[in-house]
């Protein structure tokens, strides 16, 4: 069982930044292949934000890239996401996920129906 907790979450303004960070914990099942971050709006589905694998290799949503920049510390089990030129479309609810998935050629996709794991998450807010 993993289990995954969000914090870094906020309100910023137009062309602000913010890290969020995504704590791991009970490593037990080792099936999942990437961390990701994702977002969600109410009324909308979430949308994938960015994933890193196992050896290091990352995938951004085109609406994101070069503006975020994802990572992980993996000797602290903690996954990061830096927000950078942040914009009012990027306010939701931002999850961290560690998923059965693969990240290729910069983009990622995922088996929405493996066995995944989900943080709570955390607000992030663009005020203009």
């Known amino acids: 069982q993993v289990h995954l907790v969000e914090s870094g979450g906020g309100s910023v303004q137009v062309g602000g930044s913010l890290r969020l960070s995504c704590e791991a914990s009970?490593?037990?099942?080792?099936?999942?292949?990437?961390d990701a971050w994702f977002r969600q709006v109410p009324g909308k589905e979430r949308e994938g934000v960015a994933a890193?694998?196992?050896?290091?290799?990352?995938g951004y949503a085109d609406s994101v890239r070069g503006r975020f920049t994802i990572s992980k510390d993996n000797a602290k089990n903690i996954l990061y996401l830096e927000m950078n030129s942040l914009r009012p479309e990027d306010t939701a609810m931002y999850y961290c996920?560690?998923?059965?998935?693969?990240?290729?050629?910069?983009?990622?996709?995922?088996?929405?129906?493996?066995?995944?794991?989900w943080g709570q998450g955390t607000q992030v807010t663009v005020s203009s």
């Open positions: 996920a560690a998923l059965e998935g693969v990240v290729v050629a910069g983009d990622f996709s995922w088996n929405s129906k493996g066995h995944n794991y």
């Open positions: 009970g490593y037990t099942d080792t099936t999942y292949a990437i």
């Open positions: 890193i694998d196992r050896h290091g290799s990352t």
